[in-house]
Every structure is written in structure tokens, then in C-alpha cells.
């Protein structure tokens, strides 16, 4: 029984390290620049609509570095309230990372966020956003590329 458990744990360990592809190839060269669904903060900043409400995000620095700080910025068209932000891997599990936000109003949102690095050059990160309009719970999310430059 203790070879089953240490086997088990081994596929899992293996099946994650899969996930991250440690071969620079041309295709994720191609796809870093063909994916026109990530947010690309170096043009400004990422929006999307939620019933009639605009959110807007900004990551600073733009190129949105592995394991450096990072500045989330949102703002919202109309006030809002409970206002949660976490960041996920998209396509793979690297853990959620919380951030905790400070307000400047109830339209104006900002935190800071830390997340590591995979060993692929191609780590896509998605930014999700609750919040309450008018006493309901609405949710967005906006995808990235890490290491952008």
C-alpha cells in the first residue's frame, strides 16, 4: 500500500511538470504574439463590459514580470461595492494568488500582487474580478502573458 501512495504521488508530480515545459519551441514564440484575447498592458488599459458596467485593468509594469511586485490597478465605470481579486494560472494550477485592494472611492481600486515563474516562456495568467452592483454578484476575468517584453 505505501508503493501505491508513493506511485500516485509521483504521476501527479510528473503530470504538473509536463504542464510546464521547460523547450523554448517556435510555436510559443507564434502564439505569443498571435493570441489577441490577452490583455496587452503596454497599449493601455485591458476592459471588459458586465452589465452595462465597464471594468478596466492596468498591471504595472506592463510586462507583467514573474516574481516582482506588481501593481493592479481597476476601475469601474459605475460604483461598486466588495470588490474580490484573485490571479490563477489559465491553463495550468500555480496556485491562487489573492489581492488585497485598497479603494479611492467606489469606482477606484488598487493592490498588489506577487506570482512566480514557470520555467516555460509562456505563462498565461487570468486576473478574476467579483464584485456587487447593486446588491448582486457579478464576475469578470482578464487574461495575460507573464514575462511580456
Given amino acids: 500500500m505505501h508503493f501505491l501512495t508513493k506511485s500516485v504521488f509521483l504521476l501527479f508530480f510528473i503530470a ?5 515545459d521547460s523547450q523554448v519551441n517556435e510555436s510559443n514564440t507564434a502564439r505569443r504574439t498571435a ?9 493601455g488599459e485591458c476592459k471588459q463590459s458586465v452589465h452595462n458596467v465597464t471594468i478596466s485593468l492596468l498591471i504595472n509594469p506592463i510586462f507583467a514580470p514573474s ?3 506588481l501593481q493592479v490597478k481597476l476601475n469601474f465605470s459605475e460604483p461598486v461595492t466588495n470588490v474580490d481579486v484573485r490571479i490563477e494560472g489559465r491553463d495550468m494550477f500555480m ?4 489581492v ?6 467606489s469606482k477606484s ?3 498588489q500582487a506577487i506570482y512566480g515563474s514557470c520555467s516555460s ?8 474580478v467579483n464584485f456587487e452592483l447593486n446588491g448582486e454578484v457579478k464576475s469578470t476575468w482578464f487574461d ?6
Fill in 144 to 149: 495575460f502573458l507573464a514575462d511580456n517584453h
Fill in 16 to 20: 504538473n511538470l509536463v504542464g510546464c
Fill in 67 to 69: 516574481e516582482k511586485p
Fill in 95 to 98: 496556485g491562487i494568488i489573492p
Fill in 100 to 105: 488585497k485592494l485598497t479603494s479611492a472611492g
Fill in 121 to 128: 516562456d509562456y505563462m498565461v495568467w487570468r486576473t478574476i
Fill in 35 to 43: 493570441d489577441a484575447t490577452l490583455c496587452q498592458f503596454s497599449e
Fill in 109 to 111: 481600486f488598487s493592490g
